[in-house]
């Protein structure tokens, strides 16, 4: 079976996107990690299925490199809008939204100004829950929370986007093995659904820059979702003023930029997204 493909990044975030509006089609866990591998494969964080919907004007099924399905994924909706945008008449929209099902919630996009590379998601509303994001502790709220890892007790504050978020502030995180300790995060027993890490470094109150690992695909070039959290946990701990009502947050990821803002208590997320080339790959039945 020979299915089109196509190739879209958003601040370094790359997906594996295929149009399944018209056309359904079955994916396994071994195939998308075999698409994902980067020496071997087309290479990206994930694959991302674009569904009709029932409820929405289209639909997101969005997988991790390892095979895992994600809840959802802010640069991947975005990029889902680019591909409407650029593929469907109906979808060509103006300073107008596009309403995108996930997972775990409705996302709003709209096109920014008219550009064809820039999209803002209305990402909702952070959760600060501890029984809702899921973290499996006594307090009400994770906040400035101990967790040890390797004999070393990290404070972190945990935020959920529609997905679990961990996030550490610390200084210099360029220095910080990733590699080595963010699985430890990923996988300690304190997270039921596992949990995405952030180490963030607060440069001003406008300014955070961070790296990410996301489960199912280890350290990637940025999340959306994640720059959301952050910037959610950095106001939850009183660590920078909450001007991002009025302002946006610049959050400066490896991959490049990403702009988050704040509106009616839900969190917008803004930056360029580039389609990088279309394709076909040959899949074999069974």
Not at 165 to 194: A, M, R, T, Y
């Amino acid at each position: 079976m020979k299915l089109k493909f196509t190739k879209i990044q958003a601040c370094g975030n790359d997906y594996i996107f295929f149009d399944c509006i018209k056309k359904k089609f079955d994916i396994s866990q071994k195939l998308i990690k075999k698409l994902c591998d980067r020496h071997y494969g087309i290479g990206g964080n994930g694959v991302i299925l674009i569904c009709a919907s029932y409820i929405s004007d289209a639909k997101m099924i969005m997988f991790n490199s390892d095979g895992s399905e994600g809840d959802i994924c802010g640069n991947g909706v975005r990029g889902v809008a680019k591909y409407l945008f650029d593929n469907y008449k109906n979808f060509n929209f103006i300073n107008k939204k596009i309403i995108i099902e996930t997972k775990s919630r409705i996302v709003e996009v709209k096109n920014n100004e008219g550009k064809t590379d820039v999209f803002t998601a209305n990402m909702g509303k952070a959760e600060t829950l501890s029984k809702n994001i899921p973290v499996d502790i006594d307090s009400k709220y994770a906040v400035f929370l101990p967790i040890k890892i390797d004999n070393k007790i990290f404070k972190a504050t945990c935020i959920s986007m529609g997905n679990p978020h961990c996030v550490v502030f610390c200084k210099n995180i360029s220095k910080i093995n990733l590699k080595e300790i963010g699985p430890k995060f990923e996988n300690h027993k304190i997270f039921p659904k596992k949990t995405n890490v952030e180490f963030a470094e607060i440069l001003n109150n406008k300014t955070i820059k961070i790296r990410v690992w996301e489960r199912g695909s280890g350290e990637t070039l940025s999340c959306g979702t994640g720059s959301c959290a952050t910037v959610a946990a950095a106001i939850s701990s009183n660590l920078i003023k909450s001007d991002c009502y009025n302002n946006e947050i610049l959050v400066k990821l490896r991959g490049g930029n990403l702009l988050v803002s704040l509106y009616n208590n839900n969190f917008l997320l803004s930056g360029k997204v580039e389609k990088i080339f279309t394709g076909s790959v040959e899949i074999e039945n069974g």
